[in-house]
């Protein structure tokens, strides 16, 4: 009753203040009425989920992250979020850093989308000696101008207000890591996430690291499609099999959890164009 609640409230409200749609859209006005905006993307999810389009799911949550929303979502959990990477989940750029040095390959570019307030970014750098550049990327320009102006004299260290793919896509440098951690690629629709992958893929070598989230009944081992789940409908993907379809080798998988929910960390590795 609740969720069909919500949903009523979000449709109705999107008819009725248009004005609230188009300011979603464009990531204007970020902080007016949060709660009809909340439940305008949550009515578009949700309709875009009924009609199986997968590509619509993609722009509902992406609208999210781009709006006050996603802005609140960093303000509040930030420092939860460092300190469970710290304690879980450092040691995949840990394990990372020591197949770098053994690769023989050169990668001196470390791209992670969906920095936040940059400190698992800050914190990253560090563990990984090759690297010289680093470049965090997100989709909310409050969080950017915020986390800009909090690192600005941090050497070899930007950040800009982008999305991945189009900025990837728009800089290709070989010897570049691109990272998500926490729950990024799950708000990446499936045709999206190839997109991403494929473009990663045009400079070699690259890299691949990763720590997302998996849907409890998702068979990793049986199941390479990606499902939809949780309560915001993002997707369960299956990084082994994407990352294997766009070319990458992967050399380390294990999984975790952390916050109640089940993750997954992934490093892929693409050595050359001949795979």
């Known amino acids: 009753m609740r969720d ?3 949903i009523m409230i979000g449709r109705i409200a999107e008819v009725a203040i248009p004005g609230l749609g188009r300011e979603i859209d464009e990531a204007r006005e ?9 439940a305008i993307v949550y009515a578009r999810l949700r309709r875009a989920h009924a009609l199986g389009d997968a590509s619509r799911m993609d722009e509902a949550l992406a609208a999210y992250w781009r709006a006050g929303p996603g802005d609140k979502f960093y303000v509040d959990y930030a420092d939860d979020h460092f300190r469970v990477f710290q ?15 053994r690769s023989g390959l050169t990668f001196s570019r470390l791209v992670e989308i969906g920095c936040g307030d940059g400190q698992v ?8 000696p090759s690297i010289s550049q680093a470049i965090g990327i997100d989709l909310n320009a409050a969080v950017i101008a915020r986390v ?24 290709p440098q070989p010897g570049t890591v691109v990272f998500s951690n926490g729950g990024v690629l799950e708000y990446f ?10 473009a990663v893929a045009l400079s070699p070598p690259a890299a691949v690291v990763l720590v997302e989230p998996a849907a409890p009944h998702h068979d990793l081992e049986n199941q390479p499609e990606s499902l939809v789940f949780g ?10 099999s994407r990352l294997t379809q766009a070319g990458f080798d992967v050399v380390f998988e294990q999984e975790t959890r952390a916050f109640g929910a089940r993750l997954m960390m992934v490093i892929g590795i693409l050595r ?3 795979k």
């Open 87 to 101: 304690e879980q989940h450092a040691v995949v750029i840990d394990v990372l850093s020591g197949i770098l040095e």
């Open 272 to 274: 050359s164009t001949d």
């Open 121 to 128: 970014l800050v914190e990253a750098v560090k563990r990984l």
């Open 231 to 240: 309560q915001e409908y993002s997707f369960s993907h299956n990084y082994r």
């Open 4 to 6: 069909a609640l919500k």
């Open 148 to 171: 800009s102006a909090a690192h600005q004299h941090r050497d070899g260290i930007s950040f800009v207000n982008a999305e991945a793919r189009a900025w990837l896509s728009a800089h």
């Open 189 to 198: 629709s499936p045709e999206n996430l190839d997109r991403l992958l494929q």
């Open 30 to 38: 970020t902080t007016r009425a949060p709660r009809l905006k909340r």
